[in-house]
């Protein structure tokens, strides 16, 4: 949340630019800008392509946390079975594994350099 102490400068500022209304209209304009940009950057704003990509990479890192968990889970109750356990369970433990493993799941990887 934004203090009053920054609103407060921002106003004070900007009021100052403004104080000198005699100068060129341009000349202003750039004077407030520049006194907003800055206050903008000292918020530590982050820009919507940015929050953008991060949501997309955070996506990406759930589905593959939820197809690991799946994986253990299999694994787990591999474990678990008999010691008789079926070449159908071993089978489809090999079948989780090269899901998780496939190049379609990585090739999403390399996507975050947008």
Do not use: C, H, N, W
């Amino acid at each position: 949340m934004v203090s009053q102490d920054r609103i407060s400068r921002l106003a004070q500022q900007i009021g100052e630019r403004l104080q000198g209304a005699s100068q060129a209209p341009e000349e202003v304009q750039k004077g407030v800008q520049q006194v907003v940009k800055g206050a903008f950057d000292r918020l530590e704003l982050v820009s919507r392509e940015d929050f953008d990509i991060l949501m997309d990479v955070l996506q990406r890192t759930r589905g593959r946390v939820e197809a690991l968990e799946k994986q253990v889970a299999a694994l787990e109750d591999a474990l678990d079975t008999p010691a008789a356990a079926t070449d159908e369970d071993a089978e489809e433990v090999r079948e989780v594994a090269a899901d998780i493993d496939s190049p379609e799941a990585d090739a999403g990887a390399g996507e975050t350099g947008r």
